[in-house]
């Protein structure tokens, strides 16, 4: 499958089937307008920054609730957390998606504010992919993030949700995160990956930094 970096919590999955899924599409933040298509479009949650769904063309089918489905030959678990430490009581409440297809399980955690929560971990341990929010104040922050990590302990990690320039939404830029990983752990590369399992297979333990396309 290939996965596209549109920035800040949006990326685009296309599957061997041709579907193709794009995760919390933005609005208003600061970036160019996002200009994209796919087939299904899931939103975590209902805050301008991740459910600008009118940018996103093709006519989609939009998830944004609760969920355990198969679309386009995707298999798709939508489940619900919390967007903050208090229980809801801050931001309100938070999707994680998983999706299954082409020998690939990815999870993008959405904006996921609860501290390293037990039941999260147990659902998710052992997935290839994590997409995690790692800039703080509205999610998890760096070393929160890396407490999920250790628990969930997925093949490749890609961060996301954090500040890069034009960015109009008060977060911490990735380096915080970093710093708590050793170079050797870090690949950057482009807005686009090819990933399939030899890809995982040969970055095990990596933190995979996407560029913005």
């Not at 996002?34 to 975590?44: H, M, N, P, Q, Y």
Request: charged residues 20%; hydrophobic residues 40%.
């Amino acid at each position: 499958m290939k996965l596209e970096y549109y920035g800040h919590s949006c990326f685009r999955m296309t599957f061997a089937s041709g579907t193709r899924i794009v995760t919390d599409p933005y609005g208003e933040i600061g970036f160019a307008p996002l200009r994209t298509e796919a087939d299904i479009v899931t939103v975590s949650h209902g805050h301008y920054d991740h459910c600008n769904v009118a940018a996103v063309g093709g006519s989609p089918i939009v998830l944004s609730s609760p969920i355990s489905c198969e679309r386009g030959g995707v298999s798709i678990t939508a489940t619900s957390c919390f967007h903050d430490d208090a229980h809801g009581a801050k931001r309100g409440k938070n999707l994680i998606f998983r999706f299954r297809a082409d020998g690939l399980d990815i999870c993008h955690l959405g904006d996921l504010g609860e501290p390293a929560n037990a039941r999260i971990i147990e659902e998710l341990r052992g997935v290839d992919v994590l997409l995690i929010p790692v800039g703080g104040h509205y999610t998890i922050d760096a070393k929160e993030a890396k407490e999920y990590i250790r628990g969930i302990a997925p093949k490749l990690v890609i961060p996301m949700h954090y500040y890069t320039d034009g960015l109009q939404v008060d977060i911490a830029g990735l380096q915080p995160f970093l710093s708590l990983f050793g170079a050797s752990s870090v690949l950057r590369c482009g807005g686009e990956i090819a990933l399939d399992r030899d890809f995982v297979a040969s970055h095990l333990q990596k933190i995979i930094v996407m560029e913005r396309i």
